[in-house]
């Protein structure tokens, strides 16, 4: 996982704060997706792409100094808010994956929705999408947005889904 500290702690920088670990594993993901090499897999799970490798490794992240991770009781919930930490500069300063791909990342990240209910709704999508096209299977909008539907049941409603498709086409993400 060469760079995942540098790339966690660059994202959080440019980000200011990310509102959650569900959050920050959609940005992994579309990070992932448009070619960063972050070495990280995602599969589909409750919440969108999910990648069991850098769950294990935030903490590793942690540790380094490379991002902070506030934890806050929010009535039954727990909420995260990861930030950058104290050695973020200087682990981001020594890392050639950040110099490399800086402007394609910055691109990404202002691109992408902040709140992450919207984030997990358009990683779901792309997912979908991208799965679709990878095993030959039709992904035009409708049967995009029945997909997504089926996973995520009524948490968005069709025009929710339509428009997330939409935005997604219309930044060039898929």
């Known amino acids: 996982m060469m760079g995942l ?8 920088m440019r980000q200011g704060q990310i509102k959650g670990k569900k959050a920050f594993q959609k940005i992994f993901y579309f990070l992932t ?26 903490d590793n992240i942690h540790m380094q100094g490379a991002i902070t991770m506030e934890q806050e009781q929010n009535g039954r919930f727990q909420a995260w808010t ?30 992408l929705p902040d709140d992450p209910k919207t984030l ?23 049967s995009v947005i029945k997909t997504v539907q089926e996973i995520k049941g009524d948490k968005f409603s069709l025009d929710e889904i339509r428009n997330a498709y939409d935005e997604l086409m219309d930044h060039q993400l898929i």
Do not use: C
């Open 120 to 142: 997990e709704l358009w990683s779901t999508t792309h997912f979908v999408i991208v799965s679709k096209k990878r095993y030959g299977k039709n992904a035009d909008p409708e």
């Open 5 to 12: 500290g540098a790339l966690a702690a660059y994202v959080t």
């Open 33 to 58: 997706s448009s070619g960063i090499p972050t070495g990280l897999t995602f599969r589909i799970y409750h919440y969108g792409p999910y990648s069991s490798a850098l769950d294990y490794e935030m």
């Open 82 to 111: 990861i930030q950058p930490g104290p050695q973020a500069q200087d682990i981001i300063a020594e890392d050639q994956i950040v110099k490399e791909y800086k402007s394609k990342i910055d691109d990404l990240l202002s691109i």
